[in-house]
């Protein structure tokens, strides 16, 4: 497997803005921000295991961790457009 940047530079995006929105619930507990923590740390994770190499072999895990990151983010945008 070719070491792959897109993969690193969006696992370490993911991993910042995950620390960054837990840190924001933390401060402030808007449940939004960790509605944004979870979703971008499922995703840090699914780069994660590309990473490893593992795609392939755990394709239906990365696969449900990202519908679930997504689907969290959806929940989160529509939890904000409540308010």
């Known amino acids: 497997m070719a070491f792959d940047i ?8 993911s991993v910042a803005i995950a620390g960054v ?8 507990r808007n ?3 960790l509605y944004v923590s979870i979703a971008f740390g499922l995703f840090a994770l699914s780069h994660l295991l590309l990473l490893a190499g ?3 072999s755990l394709m239906a895990v ?3 961790l990202r519908v679930l ?7 989160a945008v529509l939890t904000g457009l409540k308010k």
Do not use: K
């Open 69 to 75: 990151g997504y689907l969290t983010m959806l929940f």
């Open 31 to 33: 449940r939004l921000l």
């Open 6 to 13: 897109v993969s690193l530079v969006n696992l370490i995006l």
């Open 21 to 28: 929105a837990h840190w924001g619930y933390l401060t402030s």
């Open 62 to 64: 990365v696969t449900a």
């Open 54 to 56: 593992l795609e392939e």
